[in-house]
């Protein structure tokens, strides 16, 4: 094994970023889709483009799993097998279910393998300019070996507690930040709807006692309707069943919650789940308003 080349399992949005990151801070890279242009994708970025997870596994010492649910990092696992070298960091930012987390944790941990829960609070486009925050769950030497990585693309890290504190923080960010989403959507779509230009409207909400950030990252995609994808709407939809599906067994009350998964499934419904995140605008979408005369 390379003691310095990272090997990238999911070359989605999120993983085609951070190899990209790598890359640039100097890192070897090696990376696995099961989509054929994403393999390609990252050979025009410089790194070097794996046919088999076996490949992966024999040739990095650290690998990044980036996929879309703890079900698929559950079946890379079982995959990777016995192809895993002792002493292998996996550095796994799925956002998923937290008690899968652990269990994968385990597993790699009886294989003499080490666990970090990475997962990562910012879209592709903001892990792209090195702007986003991680939240580590995972034994302290464990994150520590992940520092240089991390600051590829990264501007703080937080170690938030043992395997499966970065999946449960990560859904707290999540709830927050997709309900910040959905009140920035249903602000600008009232401003319309009363006369005042959104462009305007986002300009004083930036400006004063509302603000938050999804306005910088989301606001100008609303008011162009660009729902080109940094981050899709059906993974959010994912992150707010997991939500949902906690709160269940932790006794949570999560009203918001519930009515945004309602949104989000109408919106997924009608064919938007491959579009970003900012589409939750169309779950407010002006309404004419007959008067009778």
């Not at 054929?36 to 790194?47: A, D, E, T, V």
């Not at 999946?167 to 006369?195: C, P, Q």
């Not at 918001?256 to 605008?281: K, M, P, T, V």
Request: positive net charge.
């Amino acid at each position: 094994m390379n003691s310095s080349t990272i090997g990238i399992v999911g070359l989605g949005l999120l993983g085609s970023a951070l190899a990209e990151r790598a890359l640039n801070g100097g890192f070897p890279v090696v990376g696995f889709d099961i989509r054929r242009n994403r393999r390609q994708m990252l050979k025009r970025l410089g790194g070097r483009p794996a046919e088999s997870l076996r490949e992966i596994a024999l040739c990095c010492r650290q690998i990044v799993f980036s996929l879309p649910t703890t079900s698929i990092v559950e079946s890379v696992v079982s995959e990777l097998g016995k192809d895993l070298q002792p002493g292998v960091l996996v550095i796994d930012t799925t956002t998923g279910d937290p008690a899968v987390t652990v269990s994968v944790g385990r597993r790699l941990s009886s294989r003499r393998g080490g666990y970090v829960d990475a997962t990562i609070a910012g879209s592709s486009a903001q892990a792209r300019a090195g702007d986003v925050i991680v939240l580590a769950g995972g034994g302290v030497r464990n994150v520590k070996a992940c520092e240089r990585f991390f600051a590829c693309f990264a501007r703080q890290v937080f170690h938030v507690g043992p395997v499966g504190a970065g999946a449960r923080m990560k859904l707290v960010v999540n709830l927050a930040l997709g309900l910040n989403r959905a009140v920035l959507a249903e602000a600008l779509e009232f401003a319309r709807s009363i006369g005042v230009r959104p462009e305007l409207a986002l300009e004083i909400l930036k400006a004063g006692p509302s603000f938050s950030r999804v306005m910088d990252s989301k606001g100008k995609k609303m008011i162009a309707r660009d729902f080109s994808t940094e981050a899709k709407l059906s993974q959010h939809l994912k992150d707010v069943r997991l939500i949902l599906a906690l709160g269940e067994r932790t006794g949570a009350e999560l009203p918001l919650s519930e009515l945004h998964a309602r949104l989000l499934s109408e919106l997924e419904a009608a064919g938007l789940g491959d579009f970003d995140n900012s589409a939750i605008i169309r779950a407010f979408k002006r309404r004419v308003i007959r008067r009778s005369s």
